[in-house]
């Protein structure tokens, strides 16, 4: 392992236990975090995942000052349950309508941008099952307590969907696959970043402001490497979650993911994108090979934006 990365890790990485929340309300003073959760057609989970974070760091703690769900055009309840909840929100297209709508969880993110207030932004997966409010906790852990830390990355062990309920220390399929073999040939420094697509992680607001945000799921990975780039090592944080569950995707699903990691990480390292499709092979459909569009768009920082906070 590059000695960089193994110095950053001792140091850098802690639990979600390290951090009591009397601690963070002593460091928090005057700052307002938000907690953001973009969602799509996860009416089954988001209330359940609202309603924890609502109880123990809204009501009980004033540890979190907005609770948002950015809603990508769901076509279940997930925007009634959300708002039932205690969340505010708002729906994808119809912030900043000026400037146009795009799918995706990055997107989701982007957006989030012009409606939230906080001085750190906290994102969780609306999808969860598996999970607890200590994972807001943990996040914010580095943040408030040392002023050199933009990004705070959270890592856990997942629990299988076989039902047995038995954990998988590593990370997810496009995780071992593409994204940690990625960083370790390319960004050495990084390969001890447990779960650098984890969807739980934070960051100050103007630091996320200042940075392009893609579209789709290559939002973690981009946001990863920009800071890194600009700020270095000691800028990053990462923090042990326990254990998570969540939904599964399918593998053709999983392979536009991957294809779109890849594009982040191609253009932050200048080498060229020739496609924007993947051509995936289907048996059971005639002609068996399809085309997937993968997602390339890159919203600009919206510090640079009018109108952004």
Request: a negative charge; glycine letters at 8%.
């Amino acid at each position: 392992m590059d000695p960089r990365a193994a110095d950053w890790f001792m140091s850098a990485t802690t639990s979600s236990s390290d951090w009591s929340t009397a601690t963070l309300l002593d460091h928090k003073r005057d700052q307002r975090i938000s907690v953001v959760i973009p969602a799509r057609n996860e009416a089954a989970t988001v209330g359940d995942i609202i309603e924890g974070i609502r109880k123990e760091l809204v009501d009980d703690l004033p540890l979190v000052d907005e609770l948002i769900v950015i809603d990508s055009d769901s076509t279940d309840d997930t925007a009634a349950i959300a708002g039932s909840a205690g969340a505010t929100v708002h729906a994808a297209r119809s912030i900043r309508p000026d400037l146009g709508s795009h799918r995706g969880k990055g997107e989701a993110l982007w957006k989030s941008q012009f409606v939230s207030t906080g001085d750190i932004s906290v994102f969780v997966d609306g999808d969860l099952t598996e999970w607890g409010p200590h994972f807001v906790v943990g996040l914010l852990g580095p943040l408030l307590t040392n002023p050199a830390v933009e990004l705070v990355k959270g890592y856990y062990d997942r629990v299988l969907e076989d039902g047995s309920g038995q954990h998988a220390p590593q990370g997810g399929r496009v995780t071992e696959l593409v994204a940690r073999p990625l960083l370790n040939l390319c960004w050495p420094a990084l390969s001890s970043v447990v779960q650098p697509l984890a969807g739980e992680w934070a960051i100050r607001s103007r630091t996320f402001a200042s940075l392009p945000v893609p579209i789709g799921y290559g939002v973690e990975m981009a946001t990863l490497l920009d800071v890194f780039t600009r700020s270095g090592l000691d800028a990053i944080a990462q923090v042990d979650l326990g254990q998570r569950a969540h939904s599964h995707q399918s593998v053709h699903d999983l392979g536009v993911m991957a294809a779109e990691i890849l594009a982040v990480a191609a253009r932050r390292a200048n080498l060229p994108i020739d496609a924007e499709q993947l051509w995936q092979f289907d048996r059971e459909q005639q002609p068996p090979w399809r085309a997937r569009t993968v997602p390339m768009l890159e919203r600009p920082p919206a510090q640079s934006l009018s109108g952004a906070r």
